[in-house]
């Protein structure tokens, strides 16, 4: 459970980062105040404006960007700029929109809802009429006209994202300085500084939810450890009492009680993390569009160590009941 949480977390989180550099940008620039990983916020269209006819810039352009429920967002863009600017989009199937009803969709999205070129999806009561699919990794999974975005959403003359592209990167920290002091009340990055906020520290409550998680976990194996560990000193009173006639120490039986849950603990760390491997061909290959699930070496001892010293901390009382019983008792136990 902690490494799935955790490997959700870094996926979806690197998903985003390969996005934002599939757009081909120098420097990024926000509205103030807005969420990383949200749609949230919006700046004036003449922001762009004022940023295409700064030195140094080769082409802008401005992105809007509005949730459809979930971690699932909608991106406006003005084609013509951002194929300039990016490269444009790698086509698999079909063609750019044209059309005001029309939409492109990433090969992942189209994968998980099972759709081809043709077909039309909803979204806001408006049928968007499919047009092109194409690779996924550059800015967004499901991508319409600018202006047809702008006026469906009442965000007339509003943008979520400018990216700017300059006709020499070896100048982005002199333009950055600039920009800002011209535009002191938005956020204005590089594209690797902007990527680095994709993290944990950087997302509301995420790091709090991971914690809760990790503690609801440690408390769940402490408690299935401790129920299975005081059902087996149970069932294995009478043998317990053979050890103890033969003379058997406390320590003895409390040791051989306490490997036993390490050597499960061990191997039940082991499976978890071969687990880790299914649910993420799983959630990769079904909703990949929504979801990206991450392999984490780094936190397998992690969440070993959380499983064994769960273990140990539940098997804990119930051997020490075992090692304290009387051989008699234990002998005459039905």
Not at 304 to 307: E, K, R, V, W
Not at 317 to 329: N, V
């Given at each position: 459970?902690v490494?799935?949480?955790v490997?959700?977390?870094?996926?979806?989180?690197?998903?985003?980062?390969?996005?934002?550099?599939?757009?081909?940008?120098?420097?990024?620039?926000?509205?103030?105040?807005?969420?990383i990983l949200?749609?949230?916020?919006?700046?004036?269209?003449?922001?762009?404006?004022?940023?295409?006819?700064?030195?140094?810039?080769?082409?802008?352009?401005?992105t809007?960007?509005?949730?459809?429920?979930?971690?699932?967002?909608?991106?406006?863009?003005?084609?013509?700029?951002?194929?300039?600017?990016?490269?444009?989009?790698?086509?698999?199937?079909?063609?750019?929109?044209?059309?005001?009803?029309?939409?492109?969709?990433?090969?992942?999205?189209?994968d998980?809802?099972?759709?081809?070129?043709?077909?039309?999806?909803?979204?806001?009561d408006?049928?968007?009429?499919?047009?092109?699919?194409?690779?996924p990794?550059?800015?967004?999974?499901?991508?319409?006209?600018?202006?047809v975005?702008?006026?469906?959403?009442?965000?007339t003359?509003?943008?979520?994202?400018?990216?700017?592209?300059?006709?020499?990167?070896?100048?982005?920290?002199?333009?950055?300085?600039?920009?800002?002091?011209?535009?002191?009340?938005?956020?204005?990055?590089?594209?690797?500084?902007?990527?680095?906020?994709?993290?944990?520290?950087?997302?509301?409550?995420?790091?709090?939810?991971i914690?809760?998680?990790?503690?609801?976990?440690?408390?769940?194996?402490?408690?299935?450890?401790?129920?299975?560990?005081?059902?087996?000193?149970?069932?294995?009173?009478?043998?317990?009492?053979?050890?103890?006639?033969?003379g058997?120490?406390?320590?003895?039986?409390?040791?051989?009680?306490?490997?036993?849950?390490?050597v499960?603990?061990?191997?039940?760390?082991?499976?978890?993390?071969?687990?880790?491997?299914?649910?993420?061909w799983?959630?990769?290959?079904?909703?990949?569009?929504s979801?990206q699930?991450?392999?984490?070496?780094e936190?397998?001892?992690?969440a070993?160590?959380?499983?064994i010293?769960?273990?140990?901390?539940?098997?804990l009382?119930?051997?020490?009941?075992?090692?304290?019983?009387?051989?008699?008792?234990a002998l005459?136990?039905?």
């Open positions: 459970m490494l799935t949480l490997g959700l977390s870094r996926g979806v989180l690197d998903d985003q980062k390969t996005r934002a550099r599939g757009a081909g940008a120098d420097i990024v620039i926000r509205p103030s105040g807005s969420s949200g749609a949230s916020g919006n700046m004036p269209a003449g922001i762009l404006r004022f940023v295409q006819k700064q030195p140094h810039i080769r082409v802008a352009t401005g809007l960007i509005q949730g459809t429920g979930g971690l699932n967002s909608i991106t406006g863009i003005d084609l013509k700029t951002f194929s300039e600017m990016s490269g444009g989009f790698r086509f698999l199937e079909g063609r750019p929109f044209s059309g005001p009803d029309e939409i492109i969709v990433d090969q992942y999205y189209a998980q809802h099972k759709l081809h070129i043709g077909d039309k999806i909803p979204v806001w408006r049928q968007w009429t499919i047009v092109g699919i194409v690779e990794g550059i800015l967004a999974r499901e991508i319409v006209p600018l202006d975005l702008q006026n469906l959403t009442a965000n003359n509003k943008l979520t994202m400018i990216y700017a592209k300059l006709d020499d990167p070896k100048l982005t920290s002199q333009v950055i300085q600039e920009l800002r002091q011209k535009l002191e009340r938005y956020p204005i990055y590089s594209m690797e500084e902007f990527v680095s906020l994709y993290s944990v520290n950087n997302v509301p409550m995420l790091r709090e939810f914690i809760v998680i990790i503690g609801l976990g440690s408390l769940i194996g402490f408690l299935v450890v401790f129920l299975s560990m005081y059902t087996a000193v149970l069932e294995r009173t009478r043998e317990i009492g053979v050890l103890k006639a033969l058997a120490s406390p320590e003895y039986i409390l040791g051989i009680l306490l490997r036993e849950t390490a499960l603990a061990v191997a039940g760390s082991i499976l978890g993390i071969l687990l880790t491997y299914g649910s993420s799983i959630i990769n290959s079904v909703i990949h569009g979801l699930q991450a392999i984490v070496p936190w397998w001892p992690i070993g160590a959380i499983a010293v769960g273990a140990m901390i539940g098997a009382y119930p051997g020490l009941k075992a090692a304290r019983q009387d051989a008699i008792e005459s136990y039905e």
